[in-house]
């Protein structure tokens, strides 16, 4: 079983959508996890760390569900400018940084 | 501002060359990553360090090397590059309060023919 899974996607919504993803991992020790945004020939960036109790920034929601071991994210109102490839993360354990990558879930944004 | 930079940005080489990505980092960040991207595979991890003279083998390592001279660069060589080497590579570093945010380089495109 992979470390980190995703859907790959592609998603393609209308602008002002709302659009979840979710990521599965295997490792129940895995300690913190992130959502990371990588733009189209660019490098990734991180988007938000998830919580156990959830988190929001601005129109993007992120949730943990350690007995199920998936993380989701929420894109609420979509703007053409989100339309990337989000990219599931997870430090497996106390590894000082050692981050496990999912291949990531594409979405396009259209008018 | 600190940042971090990779050399070159593109690279045609000739199989059984031996080519060195240079990346540079000014964060003053004791960890350094790199990872190579390709199609179907995402991000998988090459080599890393978390301090100078400190290097580590990651899920991919077989073909490349590192060394950690100072805090500031961690230039990854390989040896006797080969076609499968062909990707994206991205250096990454974080700090050691934070080292779950790992800051990316803006990536080398490799081409090994």
């Known amino acids: 079983r992979k470390e980190v899974e995703q859907d790959p996607g592609p998603f393609n919504v209308p602008e002002g959508a709302t659009v979840a993803f979710n990521c599965t991992y295997s490792?129940?020790?895995?300690?913190?996890f992130f959502w990371y945004r990588q733009d189209c020939r660019k490098e990734p960036k991180l988007l938000m760390s998830v919580y156990s109790s959830g988190n929001e920034d601005g129109r993007f929601t992120a949730q943990l569900n350690r007995a199920s071991q998936y993380i989701s994210l929420l894109i609420r109102d979509s703007k053409l400018s989100d339309s990337a490839t989000y990219l599931c993360?997870?430090?497996?354990?106390?590894?000082?940084?050692?981050?496990?990558f999912g291949k990531g879930t594409k979405l396009s944004v259209k008018p | 501002d600190a940042e971090i930079t990779q050399s070159p940005r593109h690279k045609i080489t000739e199989t059984g060359r031996q080519v060195t990505l240079a990346c540079h980092q000014t964060w003053n960040h004791n960890n350094m990553f790199w990872y190579r991207q390709d199609l179907g595979h995402g991000l998988r991890l090459i080599h890393y360090s978390y301090g100078v003279q400190d290097t580590n083998k990651g899920e991919v390592s077989d073909g490349y090397s590192v060394s950690r001279s100072n805090t500031e660069d961690l230039p990854l060589t390989l040896e006797s590059a080969a076609s499968s080497q062909t990707s994206v590579y991205f250096c990454?570093?974080?700090?050691?309060?934070?080292?779950?945010?790992?800051?990316f380089g803006p990536g080398t495109r490799l081409l090994v023919l």
């Open positions: 990454a570093s974080s700090d050691q309060v934070a080292q779950e945010t790992q800051y």
């Open positions: 490792n129940s020790a895995s300690q913190s």
């Open positions: 993360v997870v430090n497996p354990e106390e590894s000082q940084g050692n981050l496990i």
